[in-house]
């Protein structure tokens, strides 16, 4: 088998920014100490909208922690037993903080139900839960400025942007039930706002478990057609046809393809060649630019012992 050439280093080269690691365990101390306070204001209050929030900013911290240590460990290089180094822990992470959120979601939507419509327990002391909600906003506020500058950095710190921008809309909503009870005095607000959230949260929850479970199950990444790439493969010059064609991701920001290659039988001498072609086909001409390939070249003629077992 050859092996067209590429850099050993597997990370991306704007994973490896040691700013990025800081900034993100500077975001979940934060969130953390604020999730803490939360608990005990959903406690002390009874409110459904600040458990909620609270159940929410445990899942921010579930994906900063991702966040956090894949920006330490992708930083490690591979060896013998992880040639992939730390770089799927993201992803694992990422799928059992989607499950968790879907969880806190789900009974959100029961407990709002059962507030609002069999009289269940009602929520205390407004003016502190206004205290609690905006200081989970404050929170969140300062997260986004400590996030900011990184925040196209690379799909990790964006992820991790994007958790903390979409749990400061919860923030906002337990502030503004706490304005409501304390104005009116109708204490379902708060289970309005728990309900609000919740139904914000599930289909959030939903796509990041389809987006982990895309990558688990090593489907092709979003965006890389295969039919397109068999096209552009089978233009490179000696090349007469390309079987067994796989991509997948092995995390954020790292796809990987490989294939079967069939060259002309007379064209030994220009393997070299043909290698570099095929790379750089798969690197520059599509939507996904695939870094790491490996192509088996096979002369005209041969058949390999494994040919049809997954692919005709």
């Not at 929030?53 to 240590?69: E, F, N």
């Amino acid at each position: 088998m050859s092996n067209a050439p590429h850099s050993h280093d597997h990370a991306p080269s704007d994973m490896n920014d040691p700013r990025h690691s800081r900034r993100l365990f500077t975001t979940l101390g934060l969130t953390g100490t604020v999730f803490v306070a939360e608990v005990v204001g959903a406690l002390l209050t009874g409110s459904l909208a600040l458990l909620v929030d609270a159940g929410h900013m445990l899942t921010d911290i579930s994906v900063l922690t991702a966040s956090a240590v894949t920006a330490v460990l992708i930083r490690r290089r591979p060896n013998a037993e992880r040639t992939w180094g730390w770089a799927r822990l993201e992803i694992i992470t990422a799928a059992g903080g989607a499950i968790a959120l879907m969880l806190v979601g789900l009974y959100a939507l029961f407990e709002a139900c059962k507030r609002l419509f069999t009289g269940g327990e009602a929520m205390q002391e407004p003016k502190l839960l206004l205290f609690f909600g905006i200081l989970g906003l404050a929170a969140n506020l300062g997260s986004l400025v400590i996030l900011m500058a990184d925040r196209s950095a690379n799909m990790n710190m964006r992820a991790a942007f994007l958790e903390v921008a979409n749990d400061a809309l919860g923030s906002v909503a337990v502030v503004v039930s706490a304005v409501l009870v304390m104005t009116t005095g109708w204490t379902n607000f708060d289970s309005v706002a728990g309900l609000i959230i919740a139904v914000l949260m599930i289909p959030r929850a939903g796509k990041l478990l389809h987006s982990s479970m895309r990558v688990l199950l090593e489907e092709t990444p979003e965006g890389l057609d295969l039919t397109e790439v068999r096209e552009h493969l089978e233009n490179v010059t000696h090349v007469i046809s390309v079987h067994d064609l796989h991509a997948n991701m092995v995390a954020t920001g790292l796809p990987t393809l490989s294939a079967h290659v069939v060259v002309d039988a007379d064209t030994v001498h220009d393997y070299e060649g043909i290698l570099t072609a095929l790379q750089t086909c798969v690197r520059d001409h599509f939507p996904v630019s695939v870094e790491h390939s490996t192509f088996q070249i096979e002369p005209e003629g041969y058949t390999n012992i494994r040919d049809g077992v997954f692919h005709k």
